[in-house]
C-alpha cells in the first residue's frame, strides 16, 4: 500500500519531511531538524546520526565512520525515494530496513489512526470486538457489555493464540460450563495472541516507544479469530462431562414447580 512519506519514524520518533523548506523536522520538536540538502548521499542513500539520548538528528560527526558508531549515536539509512516521492510503497520500505538496520519506518494510514488512540478490531464468529490490550479485553462493538477477558482464556501450545469455548447461539465465550448446556452450540475460537492483536499497545506496556515492534510484527487488518469445530470424540467427551455437572438452580425450579414463581 502505497502511503504519504510524511509518516518518517526514525529510530521510532517521528518526523515529518517538510517538502516546502526541505528539511526534516521532529514532528513534536520543530527546533530538531535538518536541511536535506546537508545531509551526506552514498549512492542512492542519505545517511544522518540520530542521537539516542535526545533525538536529535546529526551529520557525519567528526572522526567518525559509519562502520565505528558510538554507543550514544545510531546511524540512519534513508532511501533517496523516501526523501524526494510524496506516495512510497511502505510494507517494501519498512521490510528492508528491518532486514538492513536503516532504522527507520514509514507508517501508513491505519498506523497513525491506531498511534491518534483508534483501537484495532476484530472479528469473532461474525461479530467485531474492540482490542484494549491495556485492559486485557476484547468488548464487543455493538454490546459493551459483552466483554472477553484474556487472562482466562487458554494459551495454545506453540503460544501463538488464545483458545476459548464459544458458545454459537449466544455468541459468547463460555466462562463455567453448567449441567443444561448444549454441546452442539459449542466450538473452538483460536484469537490470535497479543504481538498480532496490538504491537503498540504491547510496546507501551513494556516502555517501548510506540511503533518500535511494527517492523516485526505490522498492524493487521481484517483481524479475524479462526474458529474449530469440535471432533466427535471431543463431542462425546462434553456431553459425558455436561452429564456430570449440576444444572442452573433456576432451571432446576422450573423443572419441579413447572413455572417460574414471581417476585
Known sequence: METDAHYLFIDDIHFIIDRGQMKIVQQDNKENNLSISDIPVHGEYYKVFIDRDDGSLLVTPKNVHYDECPDDLKEVTIPKSVLEERLLEASTINQASYENNWNIYIADEAVMERLRGKLPEIDIYGDQYYIDWKLKELRHTKNLYNRICIDYLDISPDRKSYIALFNKQTKTVVQQLVGNENPENMVFVYI????????????????????????RFPIEKDLKATVVEMDQEQRKELKEYLKSLPEPKMQKRIKRTGKRKMR
Not at 498480532?196 to 506496556?205: H, I, M, N, S, Y
Open 192 to 215: 490470535p495472541y497479543e504481538l498480532k492483536l496490538d504491537p503498540v499497545a504491547v510496546a507501551r506496556r513494556y516502555g517501548l516507544r510506540d511503533t518500535a515492534l511494527l517492523q
